[in-house]
């Protein structure tokens, strides 16, 4: 089946120890998103690429980076990690921008000691 | 500004207890209602996507509506793996999906 696959599910990283998650797709999707989840919270964007241009929100702290090599793959880096930070990370991709839904994967539950 | 409200924030169902979620929006320039459900610990999944008032889609004991101002999820004889969160989340431009903060279901046996 085709889907949006996150490793790894759990990652407890110290505090200020970079950390990269991951994500890949067999949707062949031109879109990929990246969202943090805090707990009980809805989830909230924090950068996308359509195909290779990259697009931050304004809002998303300069602490999160992210690289996508090819179609399939994508990479949430988190430079510092605050405790802050700890969340669950969810990874979506749609085929396209307008009126596309959106398909996430499992998720990344991040743990910062 | 562009707000989404979803109400109650959580809701106890007996099994077979039909009832409804709402989620009310404010958002200029709307393309796209959806909603998710979200299991603990685990993404989003997909349910539906209304675009215009007047609209509804349906998926098993699930049943979306949309009016000009809100939108309502109506489950039917709920089963207790219909327990989970739901999530309406609004598109206001190209890209950008913004969720509410959900409602979490629970139906008891």
């Not at chain 1, 304004?58 to 994508?74: E, G, L, W």
């Not at chain 2, 959806?34 to 610990?41: H, I, K, L, V």
Request: net charge neutral; glycine share 6%; charged share 20%.
């Amino acid at each position: 089946d085709a889907m949006v696959i996150q490793n790894p599910r759990y990652q407890v990283t110290q505090f200020g120890k970079p950390v990269t998650l991951s994500c890949s797709q067999t949707l062949n999707h031109n879109v990929m998103y990246w969202y943090q989840q805090k707990s009980s919270q809805a989830p909230k964007l924090l950068f996308h690429y359509y195909d290779k241009d990259f697009n931050n929100e304004a809002d998303t702290p300069d602490n999160f980076q992210s690289r996508r090599p090819n179609t399939s793959f994508c990479f949430l880096d988190i430079r510092s990690p605050g405790l802050g930070d700890a969340a669950m990370y969810l990874c979506a991709t749609s085929l396209g921008l307008a009126q596309e839904t959106q398909y996430f994967g499992p998720g990344t539950r991040l743990l910062v000691l | 500004e562009d707000q989404v409200t979803q109400s109650p924030e959580a809701l106890r169902l007996q099994e077979g207890e039909s009832s409804s979620l709402n989620c009310s929006y404010t958002v200029s320039g709307l393309r796209g209602l959806f909603w998710y459900r979200q299991d603990p610990g685990k993404g989003p999944e997909f349910l539906f996507t209304l675009y215009s008032a007047g609209e509804e889609k349906e998926k098993e004991r699930l049943k979306a509506t949309l009016t000009k101002k809100e939108s309502f999820l109506h489950i039917t004889a709920p089963k207790p793996e219909d327990s989970a969160t739901y999530l309406c989340a609004w598109r206001s431009n190209d890209y950008k999906l913004s969720f509410g903060a959900g409602t979490t279901v629970t139906v008891r046996a």
